[in-house]
């Protein structure tokens, strides 16, 4: 297959697993979704959806949240991990919010990057997601499944963000990264990784992958 050949049988492919596609964070709006992808920095998003409802139960926007001290909010949020940068990301920027923006999130990477505790991945996730800006926020399972895909050479998640836009039409991506999530997660994860269930990179796969993963899989015991 060309590379055009395995991208066209990839979109194709992730279209007919997932014609719609659910947002794995839960949130309402703009402010609870950059909130809750803020939190997910090194967690689950199954560990996110558990804590973000008692923390908004207390504070669903910037001015609620501002009520709340640092210690406050970071002792409801403990059970995602690294609550003390995050509490503190998340008093300062709905300061911010409230100073700057009317309460509101900007719509812009810009101004969404120069926020406390807000990197490229989480601006992306919010544009995309959020104000249905062209995006493609990338996470493991997107940098693992470009590597196995042959699409991203796997050195760092820069790279295989430029590769998936230079490769995928710009009005897919916001539909794309996350269907590539939910791919990685139902049929091609890291650990428990079973081939023949992965129809993508068993088709189209780089050959360093498929071969690797045949010689490290055990024999079956009679």
């Known amino acids: 297959m060309t590379k055009k050949e395995k991208v066209d049988f990839t979109i194709k ?50 001015y609620d949240m501002i009520k709340l ?10 059970p995602v991990g690294l609550s003390p940068m995050k509490s503190k990301g998340i008093f300062e920027l709905s300061h911010i919010l409230i100073n700057k923006y009317d309460g509101k999130v900007p719509q812009s990477f810009e101004d969404l990057e120069a926020l406390p505790a807000v ?47 230079r490769l995928f039409p710009k009005e897919l991506w916001n539909d794309l990264h996350l269907q ?12 428990g990784w079973k081939l023949d269930k992965d129809i993508i990179t068993s088709t189209i796969g780089r050959k360093t992958v498929l071969s690797q993963y045949h010689k490290n899989k055990k024999p079956a015991k009679n």
């Not at 989480?122 to 544009?127: H, K, L, Q």
């Open 180 to 191: 590539i999530i939910w791919y990685g997660r139902e049929y091609s994860p890291a650990r």
């Open 119 to 165: 990197g490229h991945k989480t601006a992306s996730v919010v544009m995309s997601q959020a104000f249905g800006i062209p995006a493609f926020p990338v996470d493991t399972h997107i940098h693992r499944l470009m590597y196995r895909w042959g699409f991203s050479n796997g050195k760092n998640v820069v790279q295989t963000e430029k590769d998936a836009k």
């Open 13 to 62: 492919t992730l279209q007919e697993l997932y014609p719609t596609i659910p947002i794995p964070l839960d949130h309402v709006d703009p402010y609870t979704l950059l909130i809750a992808v803020l939190l997910s920095a090194q967690s689950t998003d199954v560990r996110v959806n558990q804590i973000t409802p008692l923390l908004f139960k207390e504070a669903d926007n910037p």
């Open 69 to 78: 001290s640092k210690e406050d909010i970071r002792e409801i949020i403990k």
